[in-house]
T-cell receptor, first 115, second 113 residues
């Protein structure tokens, strides 16, 4: 099976702009979670989507949003970019079965730089 | 919410020695504990995980132990090799938010030849 893919891999934006990142999960996986990775804050959970519905949300401002399509592909959007949004954005896919312990597999990430 | 603490932040060992990384968690409802390895410039890779109904799990040179009473879990790597050098992250999640992983701050492991 093909792994999790993310596009684009690198992105440079300026403050105030908005950006959309895309994630395609492993075939058959219905859950997509997004994480932000920075040297200072480490890996932080943004949100999780399952069957086109947001099921969990981390502690990020409303500028960060996402959605999921019927084919399980997911996008996240960041509006009004700030310098502090520069990070590696990772998505992870899992089967999304009920209960805990679903293994999550990460994509290669999108490196966002805000100037 | 869940809080995961990870120690040490850096660890250097001689090739062939063992390495141990420890994590503690705060939420007693957490029941799934994966470990990820991230090499420089690459994605985190799941290397082993453990669920709360078992105390230990092994996979070749890697093992994870869980102490639910004390709320801590550890990664053990035996016979370390230079290719084990990477950042290792522990994480925790509960069944109520199964795909919301809370990560530790990471351990930079360096295996010296």
């Amino acid at each position: 099976k093909a792994g999790v893919t993310q596009t684009p891999r690198y992105l440079i934006k300026t403050r105030g702009q908005q950006v959309t990142l895309s994630c395609s999960p492993i075939s058959g996986h219905r859950s997509v979670s997004w994480y932000q990775q920075t040297p200072g804050q480490g890996l932080q959970f943004l949100f999780e989507y399952f069957s086109e519905t947001q099921r969990n949300k981390g502690n990020f401002p409303g500028r960060f949003s996402g959605r999921q399509f019927s084919n399980s592909r997911s996008e996240m959007n960041v509006s009004t970019l700030e310098l502090g949004d520069s990070a590696l954005y990772l998505c992870a896919s899992s089967l999304g079965k009920a209960g805990g312990g679903n293994e999550q597999f990460f994509g290669p990430g999108t490196r966002l730089t805000v100037l | 919410g869940e809080n995961v603490e990870q120690h040490p932040s850096t660890l250097s060992v001689q090739e062939g020695d063992s390495a141990v990384i420890k994590c503690t968690y705060s939420d007693s409802a957490s029941n799934y504990f994966p470990w990820y390895k991230q090499e420089l410039g690459k994605r985190p890779q799941l290397i082993i995980d453990i669920r709360s109904n078992v105390g230990e799990k092994k996979d070749q040179r890697i093992a994870v132990t869980l102490n639910k009473t004390a709320k801590h879990f550890s990664l053990h790597i035996t016979e370390t090799q230079p290719e084990d050098s990477a950042v290792y992250f522990c994480a925790a999640s509960s069944s109520g938010s199964a795909r919301q992983l809370t990560f530790g701050s990471g351990t930079q492991l360096t295996v010296l030849p």
